[in-house]
């Protein structure tokens, strides 16, 4: 398995540019997340599916903001209009647990933003 | 809040060296996890501790939890320079949710 893939790996825009970033989630896989790390802040979760449907976006900081997964294999995170205090890494995750408690995340490389 | 807070913030041993690092919570939870995370990288799975658990092992990583202090603790023992990274203790934050609550982080630093 390729594990999950994330693109692209790195994104330099400028402010007030749109910015989306794209997430391929192990096959199978049931479970989506999509977290941001900063030094300041550490890993922080945004926004999570379970199968295909959004859960609890409650870490999502604001309206510019917004994530989608159309099918079990694809999601977004989108991020309009981009703000320097964007800049970030920015990680997938997906999981496949076997009951109601969280389970193991496998990772993908992350997406480094750097917003001007 | 449910945040796992770890201990120390940054560790540096000499290769060969036992390497231990603790983390605490606040609430109740199911399991507990260990993540590491190489410069650059993403977070890779290590080992997984559920509550009803007091000690795991995994190669040269043991974990243990102590749900009355809300406490855990992941030892490396023989460390490698390879073993060199960040260590997060992730604690699920709401009953029934898959929504992982991450620590800030030990920083693992092995002097060869």
């Known amino acids: 398995d390729a594990g999950v893939i994330q693109s692209p790996r790195h994104e330099v825009t400028e402010m007030g540019q749109e910015v989306t970033l794209r997430c391929k989630p192990i096959?199978?896989?049931?479970?989506l997340f999509w977290y941001r790390q900063t030094m300041m802040r550490g890993l922080e979760l945004l926004i999570y599916f379970n199968n295909n449907v959004p859960i609890d976006d409650s870490g999502m900081p604001e309206d510019r903001f917004s994530a989608k997964m159309p099918n079990a294999s694809f999601s977004t995170l989108k991020i309009q209009p981009s703000e320097p205090r964007d800049s970030a890494v920015y990680f997938c995750?997906?999981?496949?647990?076997?009951?109601?408690?969280?389970?193991?995340?496998?990772f993908g490389p992350g997406t480094r933003l750097t917003v001007l | 809040s449910q945040q796992g807070e770890e201990d120390p913030q940054a560790l540096s041993i000499q290769e060969g060296e036992n390497a231990t690092m603790n983390c605490s919570y606040k609430?109740?939870?199911?399991?507990l996890q260990w993540y590491r995370q190489n410069s650059g990288r993403g977070l890779v799975h290590l080992i997984l501790i559920r509550s009803n658990e007091r000690e795991k092992h995994s190669g040269r990583l043991r974990v243990t939890l102590d749900t009355s202090k809300k406490s855990s603790s992941l030892l490396i023992t023989a460390s490698r320079a390879a073993d060199t990274a960040s260590y997060f203790c992730a604690t699920d934050a709401f009953q029934g949710a898959q929504k992982l609550v991450f620590g800030q982080g030990t920083r693992l630093t092995i002097n060869p």
């Open positions: 096959s199978g896989h049931n479970s």
């Open positions: 995750a997906s999981s496949s647990p076997a009951g109601p408690y969280t389970d193991t995340q496998y």
């Open positions: 609430t109740s939870i199911n399991n």
